[in-house]
């Protein structure tokens, strides 16, 4: 696959990792089995085509010459472990005598690698290749000499090199014909490579554990998959009513994507209730069952409601016949239990398991793509290379910060492209992000005439929209007055509907304002209603327990904020919502009437608190219900001319404006093509807020609440039967004197997973915000209050007004 040199044969005597009871491995060892491990990873993932073709983008002319370069920057990754401090100090090896040099190998890797290429790089006589040759063997050092630490700034690397050839062809970059993306989507990619093969490589040795399964699809598993989903969900139960609408788009997605299997982006338009999961997880087997080359599922949700349900409706349909993995911060890593002798053993590969994404279907969350696309560290990059050949379906698209929107979609169809990636973007209120680019020929509409269904009575008339309580609003205005006055206008008209409705939901903007109403509703109603408040501070098993009661055959309220428009698995009758964005007036309307089976549903929608406190620097917000005209795309579901507005406000309308956005977009291209990762990393950062985690160690009585995480607990978390956050805590201070690493990553995963339950987050204001309030201990960012009840009530909710008044400081 690649030349080693003769250059860089490495003595016997030259030792790269060591452990008490077997012979230390040398250096010679190690840099075979790394490559064993990169060859691997290129057969299994048809990696050869992807990196020759970006090769050839980068210079078709030197592809050859690059390649040597590309996969040698992978061999000759620990060449720095020849220093005689390293051989001395960290191998104890006596061969080399004491030394006050440093012991650190990866910089002085990346010289010596530098070193080997150095002098053919200089017989090119052309300026012009010369720069660009030097520039990229530069870049692929540089990738050397963070293999122990994070990416950040090339030029950074640059001048602590100081080489004048060097320096003039990074002057010259912008002449130099290097498209952008491609190079630094083929950095990110040896750096993946680079360390992912030499963990693999590091974890043989130290532990005995040989990988050779990525966790991909093979022909076998793709013939489970078919045979499941066929057997389940082929189509429909029926062909009446609703489902007959379902059936119709389950087929239209299909023949569409069978049409266009060479493009590589998607959209998947379609109603809440239509079925989009089903019909997307359709679209991923049609494309594995025509793409051969194509071996993984990788399924993205912005929140891990989303992320649970789905992993529900996999569960029905496939029946744990499938090896199917949930990876987000509270969901604790699945112990691999199969042929494992020893625990060390059994930690190291289902540390392994969660660490490179070693199962064919993935859902995770958009924080963790993001994080793969654009992270700095080892840990962000080891699966990146799990990404090419596979299908990634990204649901509630709009979810994202749309100051972002040109530049995800950019980098999408970039990734694509290279990688080779089908990607499928899917929602009931879908942006057509690709208008942003001046080039989009490579996405395609699964669904030709959207009329046909979102005009359809089953979705336009599921819910009768009411805007009564928006006329004759004096917007411009507030006071707590008229504040109060449309407090006292809500209640009149639920007060004149209650009797006509049984399950009613309520949604806020602000959690103090569904707490206030919260509180007046359950003082008035409580002997007619059962009343429940949901928000953002309500941990899963709360939250699944109120979703259960309201399945119940039984009048119930909910009073929610945002938490409940999307993967909440509820169908109410009635609602009324605090107007925001148009899409999320849609996504509320989707908890209403959700399975068409009742008459009369409707959905007020009411003005209360100022969304631009809340929707910060939200390009969607001018547009919303306040004009007759916004409020006729909501009625007609025409989200597309909503979303042309938005977008023509991301673009820029203004000359002015058009030339800060494009000035923008060149900036950024500028960070791209000079590989400043810090740069790129920040700029593609999806939630810049920053948050103090609060833990407050009360008790839970889990006997009440049915979820996987309070299945099976452990006696050392309990006191009387009862989940103690106390408890909890210690266990949580004794995983550092867990020695093995990864034993400690996987119980740290477990013992999140309990965490969360207790744990509350408060917003800074700003980065250098400290943390004031009393406290008892601090671990890992997390404060533990032990002096908790005047935070706590007692049905243990966060009562954030008492926090903020103790603390004298105003958190969201």
Not at 136 to 149: C, T, V
Not at 154 to 169: D, G, K, M, S, Y
Request: with cysteine; net charge neutral; hydrophobic share 35%.
């Amino acid at each position: 696959m690649y030349e080693n040199f003769e250059l860089f044969k490495i003595p016997n005597n030259i030792f790269a990792h060591k452990k008490e009871g077997k012979p230390k491995e040398t250096l010679k060892e190690h840099s075979e089995l790394t490559k064993d491990y990169l060859e691997l990873i290129i057969k299994s993932k048809n990696l050869f085509e992807i990196i020759d073709n970006l090769l050839n983008l980068i210079s078709n002319k030197y592809s050859d010459f690059l390649k040597k370069m590309f996969f040698n920057a992978i061999y000759l990754h620990d060449l720095g472990k020849t220093n005689s401090a390293f051989q001395r100090y960290k191998m104890d090896n006596l061969d080399f005598k004491e030394t006050i040099a440093s012991s650190n190998h990866s910089f002085l890797s990346a010289q010596k690698y530098i070193d080997a290429f150095q002098n053919e790089i200089e017989k090119t006589k052309n300026n012009h290749d010369f720069y660009k040759l030097t520039l990229i063997l530069y870049s692929f050092a540089y990738q050397i000499s963070k293999h122990h630490g994070k990416l950040d700034s090339f030029e950074t690397f640059i001048q602590r090199i100081n080489n004048q050839n060097l320096n003039n062809a990074y002057k010259e970059l912008s002449n130099l014909n290097i498209p952008e993306f491609e190079f630094y989507i083929l950095n990110k990619l040896l750096f993946s490579l680079l360390v992912s093969a030499d963990y693999y490589a590091t974890t043989e040795y130290m532990t005995d554990l040989k990988t050779t399964n990525f966790g991909l699809f093979d022909d076998e598993t793709k013939k489970i998959f078919e045979k499941n989903f066929h057997e389940h969900v082929r189509q429909f139960p029926n062909t009446k009513g609703i489902n007959q609408l379902r059936n119709q788009l389950f087929k239209e997605a299909e023949e569409n994507l069978l049409k266009n299997l060479y493009k590589n982006i998607f959209y998947l338009e379609a109603p809440t209730g239509s079925g989009k999961t089903i019909t997307s997880i359709n679209i991923a087997l049609q494309l594995l069952k025509n793409k051969n080359e194509l071996n993984k599922i990788f399924y993205i949700f912005p929140f891990n409601t989303l992320v649970e349900q789905t992993k529900k409706v996999f569960n029905n349909i496939f029946e744990n016949t499938l090896n199917i993995e949930v990876i987000n911060s509270i969901t604790p890593i699945k112990i691999d239990e199969d042929n494992l002798e020893n625990e060390e053993t059994k930690y190291e590969k289902s540390y392994l398991n969660r660490l490179f994404f070693h199962n064919p279907i993935i859902l995770t969350t958009h924080i963790s793509l993001f994080s793969i696309l654009f992270g700095t560290s080892k840990e962000d990059n080891y699966p990146l290379w799990q990404l090419a050949n596979s299908i990634i379906i990204i649901d509630e698209i709009q979810s994202y910060n749309n100051n972002l929107w040109w530049y995800m979609i950019e980098f999408f169809q970039k990734y694509a492209k290279i990688l080779k990636i089908k990607i499928i973007i899917m929602s009931a209120t879908l942006p057509k992000l690709d208008t942003l680019l001046e080039k989009s020929s490579d996405f395609v509409n699964l669904i030709g005439n959207r009329a046909d269904y979102f005009e359809n009575e089953y979705f336009m008339n599921r819910v009768k929209i009411n805007f009564s309580l928006l006329e004759k609003e004096k917007f411009n205005q507030y006071s707590e007055e008229l504040r109060d006055k449309r407090i006292q206008n809500l209640l009149h008209v639920f007060e004149m509907e209650k009797n006509s409705y049984q399950k009613v939901l309520f949604e806020f903007i602000k959690k103090d304002s569904a707490r206030e109403i919260y509180n007046l509703l359950k003082t008035k109603y409580d002997n007619e209603f059962e009343v429940y408040e949901l928000t953002g501070d309500d941990n899963k098993a709360y939250r699944e327990f109120v979703i259960t009661q309201t399945k119940k055959d039984k009048k119930i309220i909910i009073v929610a904020t945002q938490v409940i428009e999307a993967g909440v698995d509820i169908d109410m009758d009635i609602g009324f919502k605090d107007i925001s964005t148009i899409d999320s007036e849609e996504q509320f309307l989707g908890r209403i009437n959700r399975n068409c089976k009742k008459e009369n549903s409707k959905a007020y929608f009411f003005h209360l608190d100022d969304e631009k406190n809340i929707y910060k620097e939200d390009n969607r917000l001018e547009f919303n219900l306040r004009k007759k005209e916004n409020q006729d795309w909501l009625k007609n579901k025409d989200f597309q001319n909503f979303y042309k507005k938005v977008l023509e406000k991301i673009e820029g309308n203004g000359k002015s404006i058009k030339s800060g956005f494009n000035n923008e977009i060149e900036k950024f291209k500028s960070e791209i093509s000079n590989l400043n990762y810090k740069g790129i990393k920040n700029t593609m950062t999806l939630i810049k807020t920053q948050n103090f985690a609060l833990f407050f160690p009360f008790k839970i009585d889990i006997s009440q609440y049915k979820i996987k995480e309070f299945e099976n607990i452990k006696s050392i978390f309990l006191s009387n039967g009862l989940l103690d956050g106390a408890k909890i805590w210690q266990q949580f201070k004794k995983l550092n004197e867990i020695e093995k690493f990864a034993e400690m990553k996987i119980k740290k995963t477990k013992i999140n997973s309990l965490l969360q339950f207790f744990t509350f987050n408060i917003t800074k204001y700003n980065e250098n915000q400290i943390f004031s309030c009393s406290f008892t201990e601090e671990i890992a960012g997390i404060y533990y209050i032990e002096k908790y009840d005047t935070f706590i009530t007692n049905d243990l909710k966060f009562n954030r007004k008492a926090f903020q008044e103790e603390c004298k400081t105003q958190f969201f």
